[in-house]
């Protein structure tokens, strides 16, 4: 077995392949199994994965015990001797957000001559989002209710409202119908000029360079400039978004009182 036990960005990534030399001829007389631990994402099991694809990982290994990514997959290539597997997150991390997503982890038999991965699904806490239209989320909130009323460990809710002329005290209204339900319960106000927004991820080239070259700069760090504009501001700015809106509305509809007092 060989594992390392990070995830390399950079030049430290062509310095992994090089390694992958070495253990390929290592693995390739070895008589058994030979099982790789690895926390990197490849290209063929996620878009934004570009560090590797498999045809750069070592070919000799009966096992690919992969990281990183969030979601399950398990790959088989025919230069490859065994399956690259992606178990996932045990749990939905933030960065996932709320969804109705089933999370567990693989348990591997390696008593033959392949490595057959199995997949062992753990009882985690429900997690669910809803979207509605302001005008019918009183519905929506009964369909929900309807839902989640036998479950036996409390979900958290997420509820994602698209509407003009909003009045928060109604939402927070009907929201409360689900306090005695759900562990927590999110809302977020949409509009179709948000949803359909992308200006942070479609940001021309040019703006991102120099976006890039002054963290550079500021973290003295290709690494850590490389991971907060490639890797956490894409994640962060529309959710940021987002609940600057909700923020915006609420004192919106406070001042709106105020006024008429």
């Given at each position: 077995?060989?594992?390392?036990?990070?995830?390399?960005?950079?030049?430290?990534?062509?310095?992994?392949?090089?390694?992958?030399?070495?253990?390929?001829?290592?693995?390739?007389?070895?008589?058994?199994?030979?099982?790789?631990?690895?926390?990197?994402?490849?290209?063929?099991?996620?878009?934004?994965?570009d560090?590797?694809?498999?045809?750069?990982?070592?070919?000799?290994?009966?096992?690919?015990?992969?990281?990183?990514?969030?979601?399950?997959?398990?790959?088989?290539?025919?230069?490859l001797?065994?399956?690259?597997a992606?178990?996932?997150?045990?749990?939905?991390?933030?960065?996932?957000?709320?969804?109705?997503?089933?999370?567990?982890?693989?348990?591997?038999?390696i008593?033959?001559?392949?490595?057959?991965?199995?997949w062992i699904?753990?009882?985690?806490?429900?997690?669910?989002?809803?979207?509605?239209?302001?005008?019918?989320?009183?519905?929506?909130?009964?369909?929900i209710?309807?839902?989640?009323?036998?479950?036996?460990?409390?979900?958290?809710?997420?509820?994602?409202?698209?509407?003009?002329?909003?009045?928060?005290?109604?939402?927070?209204?009907?929201i409360?119908?689900?306090?005695?339900?759900?562990?927590?319960?999110?809302?977020?106000?949409?509009?179709?000029?948000?949803?359909?927004?992308?200006?942070?991820?479609?940001?021309?080239?040019?703006?991102?360079?120099?976006?890039?070259?002054?963290?550079?700069?500021?973290?003295?760090?290709?690494?850590?400039?490389?991971?907060?504009?490639?890797?956490?501001?894409?994640?962060?700015?529309?959710?940021g978004?987002?609940?600057?809106?909700?923020?915006?509305?609420?004192?919106?509809?406070?001042?709106?009182?105020?006024e008429?007092?």
């Amino acid at each position: 077995m060989v594992g390392f036990d990070h995830q390399e960005r950079g030049v430290d990534v062509e310095e992994l392949k090089k390694r992958f030399q070495e253990i390929d001829s290592v693995a390739k007389e070895h008589k058994g199994h030979s099982i790789l631990v690895l926390h990197q994402g490849i290209t063929e099991a996620h878009e934004f994965a570009d560090d590797f694809n498999a045809n750069e990982l070592p070919k000799n290994f009966t096992y690919y015990a992969m990281g990183h990514l969030h979601d399950t997959d398990v790959k088989q290539f025919n230069h490859l001797k065994g399956p690259i597997a992606y178990p996932g997150s045990i749990e939905l991390t933030t960065s996932e957000g709320i969804k109705d997503v089933k999370k567990g982890f693989f348990e591997v038999d390696i008593s033959g001559k392949e490595a057959i991965p199995k997949w062992i699904e753990l009882d985690t806490r429900p997690q669910f989002s809803f979207n509605t239209k302001y005008t019918e989320l009183e519905k929506t909130i009964g369909e929900i209710i309807e839902k989640i009323s036998d479950l036996t460990k409390k979900p958290m809710i997420q509820v994602k409202i698209e509407g003009e002329d909003i009045e928060t005290d109604h939402i927070q209204a009907q929201i409360a119908r689900l306090n005695s339900l759900a562990l927590r319960c999110f809302w977020k106000i949409t509009t179709k000029q948000i949803s359909d927004s992308s200006v942070f991820l479609d940001k021309p080239s040019v703006i991102e360079d120099e976006m890039f070259r002054l963290s550079i700069n500021a973290l003295d760090s290709e690494k850590d400039a490389n991971f907060a504009i490639k890797e956490l501001l894409p994640t962060l700015s529309t959710d940021g978004m987002n609940q600057a809106l909700e923020i915006i509305l609420e004192n919106y509809e406070k001042f709106k009182k105020e006024e008429k007092q």
